[in-house]
């Protein structure tokens, strides 16, 4: 079976403007088996997909609900959780590696480094405190991004194998022109967000490939100085004007969750 597995939505991305029903045609038309909502610190898309998901067209599609988490010190993470499972606290970005990691895994879903060697303001090796300990936790990596360059690409690819975790393969559009340009490759049937987590867990064989697009202006930009600190501006300063108190907010989310009682008990 072949999976985009990072696609932005324009329901669940300010950023994006392909339509979650344009996907899953899209994908389609080009002979794929399914793809993954991946929104910024949303779940918008995924519920757009799940109004839609029961229509006659789209019955042989299998779409993987998941989401991109911005985090404090690792960059961008992608998120699979378990079938129909959102968990509100991933709406509010800012959270440590580590506590996602512990809460993820706590659900019973996965959590891998998106484009870990891409650009400085959003990926894992571009901060300074990225805590490398923390690699062996993460269950996937992904090694292809047709929006990077071959070189942080091929990095990617060194990492996971470094660390002995599956690599998996996304477009990470947010325009049309991109998808169809990645693909991870698997022989399991996955027809779940749980058919997936199992195949990852259970280490089977996955394979990731695509084609680099052309370097754009857009992403020269995003390197340069004055783009990383766009960066930092929006994450820490637009961030917190449209979820103030984030620490507050984040802290009485984690206090609904059973995970945490669990996690103290496992310690024990």
């Known amino acids: 079976m072949k999976f985009d597995m990072h ?73 699979i959780m378990p079938d129909n499972l959102y968990l509100k606290v991933f709406k ?42 923390l690699i062996r936790r993460f269950d996937f990596i992904e090694t292809f991004n047709t929006c990077e360059s071959p070189e942080s690409n091929r990095l990617a690819e060194e990492l996971a194998a470094k660390y002995g975790l599956p690599g998996l393969a996304g477009s990470d559009s947010h ?13 399991r049937n996955i027809k779940s967000n749980n058919d997936f987590i199992y195949t990852v867990k259970a280490r089977e064989s996955i394979r990731a490939e695509g084609t680099e697009r052309a370097l754009t202006r857009k992403a020269i930009r995003k390197e340069h100085w004055t783009g990383r600190l766009g960066y930092l501006i929006y994450n820490r300063g637009l961030g917190k004007l449209k979820c103030p108190y984030r620490k507050y907010h984040h802290k009485k989310l984690m206090n609904f969750f059973p995970s945490r009682i669990l996690h103290q008990k496992s310690r024990a």
């Open 7 to 79: 696609c932005h939505t324009k329901e669940g991305s300010i950023d994006s403007k392909v339509p979650v029903r344009r996907f899953a045609d899209m994908f389609l038309e080009r002979g794929y088996d399914g793809f993954m909502i991946a929104d910024h610190n949303s779940y918008k898309g995924c519920q757009a997909w799940d109004k839609i998901k029961d229509e006659p067209e789209y019955r042989n599609l299998t779409v993987i609900r998941g989401i991109e988490y911005d985090t404090k010190d690792a960059g961008h993470v992608l998120i």
């Open 92 to 133: 509010i970005r800012g959270m440590k590696a580590e506590k996602v990691i512990r809460l993820v895994h706590d659900y019973g879903g996965i959590v891998g480094l998106a484009h870990p060697f891409g650009v400085s303001s959003s990926s894992a090796m571009g901060f300074s405190n990225m805590n490398m300990e």
């Open 175 to 187: 325009v049309e022109d991109y998808v169809g340009m990645a693909a991870t490759v698997t022989e």
